[in-house]
């Protein structure tokens, strides 16, 4: 099936940095979705993406929808500790398929 | 509102039980899906209803799964004859409608088969 190639797998990062994490694919997407989740919780929706080249911020998360459409990322800026939790990217093919594709996460922790 | 909720939240259940998980979508809804959550990995697509439509079952595993969505609302997954690696979170999700809407995720229902 499709896949979604999700980098990095973990980080470990400190407390006030900044934090990237992309998706790519060799398909071409409709839609690009980044959500969060968290031990013992469904996926939260974080930023939502239509429009190939859109730039999307949510207070703290920035996101963009690659030009070439096969490519998204998301950066968190000035890390908190609740932003621990694993960033799954999810993206929309074109045409008749309705279901999402799942990246595989990149489990962040934030240190103190 | 309420969101999805997703009943029971844990099941652990012998291998060769059949097992039901139930998912509640957002009031409204059209759209259903059923995703399945291995440790440590992304989520897989099983099947998906809109409407009154024929259901996208094309992501179930093996003739063992099989779900059904009775009134346009309420869906119910079935395992039957469980095994050890059907052990996982499976998720449900609706949306509004199915192109480009956002889908919105349940807490998921732990599996665990012994």
């Known amino acids: 099936g499709q896949q979604l190639n999700q980098s990095p797998q973990s980080m470990f990062i400190q407390e006030g940095e900044d934090v990237s994490m992309n998706c790519t694919s060799s398909?071409?997407?409709?839609?690009w979705l980044w959500y969060k989740q968290e031990p013992g919780e469904g996926p939260v929706l974080l930023i939502a993406?239509?429009?190939?080249?859109e730039l999307t911020s949510n207070g703290r998360l920035t996101a963009q929808f690659g030009i070439t459409r096969k490519d998204s990322f998301l950066n968190i800026s000035a890390s908190i500790p609740s932003d621990v939790g694993i960033y799954f990217c999810?993206?929309?093919?074109?045409?008749?398929?309705?279901?999402?594709?799942f990246g595989s996460g990149t489990q962040l922790t934030v240190l103190p | 509102g309420a969101g999805v909720s997703q009943s029971p939240s844990n099941k652990v259940t012998e291998k060769g039980k059949d097992v039901e998980l139930r998912c509640d979508p957002i009031s409204g809804h059209t759209a259903l899906y059923w995703y399945r959550q291995s440790l440590g990995q992304g989520l897989e697509f099983l099947i998906y209803f809109q409407g009154n439509s024929a259901p996208d079952k094309s992501g179930l595993p093996s003739d063992r799964f099989s779900a059904e969505r009775t009134g346009g609302s309420v869906s119910t997954l079935t395992i039957q004859r469980t095994q050890q690696e059907d052990s996982a979170v499976y998720l449900c999700a609706s949306s509004f409608k199915s192109s480009g809407e956002t889908q919105y995720f349940g807490p998921g229902t732990r599996l665990l088969v012994l």
């Open positions: 993406l239509y429009k190939a080249g």
């Open positions: 398909s071409i997407f409709n839609t």
């Open positions: 999810a993206g929309q093919l074109r045409g008749s398929a309705r279901q999402l594709t």
